[in-house]
Each structure stands twice: as structure tokens, then as C-alpha cells.
């Protein structure tokens, strides 16, 4: 499964979408995504990538946001790689 995701920093949130053979890059909106290729728009959405009426939704992805601190608790031999 290829996931695209979307970090807004003013609400401090991190969303993941199933994205399917789309590859997207940034659009004219802070809310927008534009399909490389096909220039197809998707506004992002709390549950879906959409676009225009009757066009398959893209479905936000299920996550979790955890710190580190407390991973590492949980998980003492977890590798971490470098740069």
C-alpha cells in the first residue's frame, strides 16, 4: 500500500492517505494536493484526499503519533539508524 501524508504545523498534526500508483506534490492551497501526471487537485480532508464529485476518495490511513521518550520505554532495544 502507498501512503502519501500531510504535516500541517499550525495545528500540529501528521495525517496519512492511501494514495494508490498517485504520486502528489504541494498545490496552491495549504489544504491542496496536485497529482503529478494527471494535474488532478485533491483537497485534504480529516478522512479522505477528495476531488471532484463522483471521483474515488482517497482514505486517511490509521496511526498513531507517539514520542519517542515513550516508545523507548516500551521498546529499550529498538535500533536507531543514523543519517
Do not use: K, Q
Request: hydrophobic share 35%.
Amino acid at each position: 500500500m502507498r501512503s502519501e501524508h500531510h504535516v500541517n504545523p499550525s495545528r500540529r498534526t501528521v495525517r496519512a492517505y492511501e494514495r494508490g500508483h498517485l504520486r502528489f506534490g504541494s498545490g496552491p492551497g495549504p489544504d491542496e494536493l496536485i497529482a503529478g501526471g494527471t494535474g488532478e487537485r485533491r483537497r485534504i480532508e480529516e478522512e479522505a484526499l477528495v476531488s471532484a464529485p463522483g471521483c474515488r476518495r482517497l482514505a486517511r490511513l490509521a496511526g498513531h503519533l507517539a514520542y519517542w521518550f515513550g516508545w523507548f520505554a516500551f521498546h529499550p532495544d529498538t535500533l536507531v539508524y543514523g543519517r
